[in-house]
């Protein structure tokens, strides 16, 4: 069964930090691509950032380059969001997604709430 557990998703000041974790299971990790995914209330699901299996590329989407880094340990099945000078636009559920390629990503986390107060 696969499994995406998201953890590290919290209430944080504009400014500040967050990290956030996924914890995969059950399925081929290490040839996944992964991806963190946001999603605000009223707003279509966007993708945040992307990496390869073998972290040799990463990608993001404008609004958070130079602020996030995406990494994953490919030895402890998990990915990473680190997140810095957070603001209130970045509120919003926080989802990771692992696929066969690039641009589908078949399994899915259930999301972890990032909300950032001004």
């Known amino acids: 069964q696969v499994q995406l557990a998201e953890s590290g998703g919290g209430s944080v000041q504009a400014g500040g930090s967050l990290r956030l974790s996924c914890a995969a299971s059950?399925?081929?990790?290490?040839?996944?691509?992964m991806g963190w995914f946001r999603q605000a209330p009223g707003k279509e699901r966007e993708e945040v950032a992307v990496?390869?299996?073998?972290?040799?590329?990463?990608s993001y989407a404008d609004s958070v380059k130079g602020r996030f880094t995406i990494s994953r340990d490919n030895a402890k099945n998990t990915m990473y969001l680190q997140m810095f000078s957070l603001k209130p636009e970045d509120a919003a559920m926080y989802y990771c997604?692992?696929?066969?390629?690039?641009?589908?990503?078949?399994?899915w986390g259930e999301g972890t709430l990032v909300t950032i107060s001004s």
């Open positions: 059950g399925y081929d990790y290490i040839r996944n691509y």
């Open positions: 990496i390869y299996p073998f972290s040799q590329f990463t």
């Open positions: 997604a692992a696929g066969r390629s690039r641009n589908v990503m078949d399994y």
